[in-house]
């Protein structure tokens, strides 16, 4: 975890995993590096947000693979869920819920399937294909810890690769792309300057 800048009630705080899809931020804004994975994400966020103060809103930004083709550019996220969590399992050893669906106010109607796994073969792409459009490894337990803190989320995804055969390759090859498109969409769609 690292955090670039400081956090202030006014202003919202950019969240990303690694500094490669960092690297072309060139703004005032804070800027939280958390690593990858859920459980990366959840503790930076939940740490900096537990410390204060907490910023007027959060700003999710990251690669993403694509589950169905054609998908391709930059997507705000409306939903996510957790593709590596079997909720009616532990619902019916428990009888809680959990894991559910998480709406995000600010977006529109693309679903992103969060988990710790880098999906990189065609029987899991297929798989979450029924269930979502995008996969990620950071989006859902971010959303659940700013949910819990009360501070709005937004989650925007450029789409990296396929998230197929090959991905792996795809994504080191094209993140300096995906950090520029994700760099412009935030100089367009944030205070990204005083």
């Not at 269930?131 to 450029?158: F, S």
């Amino acid at each position: 975890m690292e955090l670039l800048g400081e956090i202030t009630a006014d202003r919202p705080l950019l969240v990303v995993a690694v500094k490669e899809e960092a690297q072309f931020l060139d703004t005032d804004l804070p800027v939280l590096l958390t690593g990858m994975g859920k459980v990366n994400a959840a503790t930076a966020l939940a740490t900096v947000l537990g410390r204060g103060p907490r910023p007027s809103g959060i700003v999710n930004l990251g690669t993403a693979g694509a589950l169905r083709s054609g998908w391709t550019g930059t997507h705000v996220v409306g939903t996510v869920v957790q593709h590596d969590l079997d909720g009616e399992l532990l619902a019916t050893l428990t009888g809680e819920t959990y894991g559910a669906p998480l709406t995000l106010p600010d977006g529109g109607d693309v679903v992103l399937a969060t988990g710790d796994a880098f999906i990189a073969d065609e029987a899991a792409r297929v798989r979450l294909a029924e269930r979502a459009e995008l996969v990620d490894m950071e989006g859902y337990a971010l959303a659940t810890a700013a949910g819990l803190a009360g501070v709005p989320l937004r989650i925007v995804k450029h789409v990296s690769d396929e998230a197929g055969d090959g991905a792996a390759r795809s994504w080191r090859e094209s993140v300096a792309e995906c950090a520029r498109a994700l760099a412009d969409w935030a100089e367009a769609n944030t205070p990204y300057r005083s």
